[in-house]
C-alpha cells in the first residue's frame, strides 16, 4: 500500500508562507488525484485543494477560501505533491493532510473519498 508523509508545516506570522509536500513511496502515487484537507482543533476534516493526474491534465480545484492565495501542483519524478501557501491568515492554522483520490470520477471535496493518510503536518499561523 502506498505510504504517504506530509511535511513543510511549522509557524509563521499572518501574510507570510509555507510550502508543503506530500511525497509518496511508490511511482503509482502519480497515477492518482490527490488532495490537501486541513482539521482544525474540534473541527471536521475539510477540502483544501486537489490536483488530478498528470493524464487528466492536472485540473486543480480549491475551497474558495484559499483561492488566489494557495497553489497546488505536482512533481512525478518525486512522487510528491506540493501546496504553496501565501498570504496565511490565522483561519489557515490546522493540521494538514494529503490523501489519494479512491471515489469514482475523477475528483471529490469530499474527504470519505480519499486515503492512504499520512500523519499530516501542523501549521500554525500568529496574528
Known amino acids: 500500500q502506498v505510504q504517504v508523509q506530509e511535511s513543510g508545516g511549522g509557524l509563521v506570522q499572518a501574510g507570510g508562507s509555507l510550502t508543503l509536500s506530500c511525497t509518496a513511496s511508490e511511482r503509482t502515487f502519480n497515477s492518482y488525484t490527490v488532495g490537501w484537507f486541513r482539521q482544525a482543533p474540534g473541527k471536521e476534516r475539510e477540502f483544501v485543494a486537489s490536483i488530478t493526474t498528470t493524464a487528466a491534465r492536472a485540473r486543480v480545484d480549491y475551497r474558495d477560501s484559499v483561492k488566489g492565495r494557495f497553489t497546488i501542483s505536482r512533481e512525478n519524478d518525486k512522487n510528491t505533491v506540493y501546496l504553496q501557501m501565501s498570504s496565511l491568515q490565522a483561519d489557515d492554522t490546522a493540521v494538514y493532510y494529503c490523501?489519494?483520490?479512491?471515489?469514482?470520477?475523477?475528483?471529490?471535496?469530499?474527504?470519505?473519498?480519499?486515503?492512504?493518510w499520512g500523519q499530516g503536518t501542523r501549521v500554525t499561523v500568529s496574528s
Open positions: 490523501g489519494k483520490f479512491l471515489g469514482f470520477g475523477s475528483t471529490s471535496r469530499d474527504p470519505t473519498d480519499f486515503g492512504s
